[in-house]
């Protein structure tokens, strides 16, 4: 069963940066494709970047040009840094482990952006 664990949330000021982690519990290289997601309240979970095992990326056009995913294949990790945060930004990240047929979750971390 894989595991992955978020982290590297809070809160901060509109203009603001934060990088979350997600720790996998496996090697990451053998899931088709990590990404993270997130869903504000009242809202439905969302897709905000992906990376593939190849190494190819996408980014979803809301964070365009401020979300950069990368990922450190000796420690297992995806990271997703976030820069000029927006109060719409704010939501619960989560991140996903896509492993060519089965889907893994995170537990999920808060991000709060104020104005």
């Known amino acids: 069963q894989v595991q992955l664990v978020e982290s590297g949330g809070g809160l901060v000021q509109a203009g603001g940066s934060l990088r979350l982690s997600c720790a996998a519990s496996g090697n990451i290289l053998s899931f088709r494709v990590m990404a993270w997601y997130r869903q504000a309240p009242g809202k439905e979970r969302e897709l905000v970047v992906s990376i593939r095992s190849g190494g190819s990326t996408n980014v979803a056009d809301s964070v365009k040009g401020r979300f950069t995913i990368s990922r450190d294949n000796a420690k297992n990790t995806v990271y997703l840094q976030m820069n000029n945060l927006k109060p719409e930004d704010t939501a619960v990240y989560y991140c996903?482990?896509?492993?060519?047929?089965?889907?893994?979750w995170g537990q999920g971390t808060q991000v709060t952006v104020s104005s």
């Open positions: 996903n482990a896509d492993s060519w047929g089965s889907n893994y």
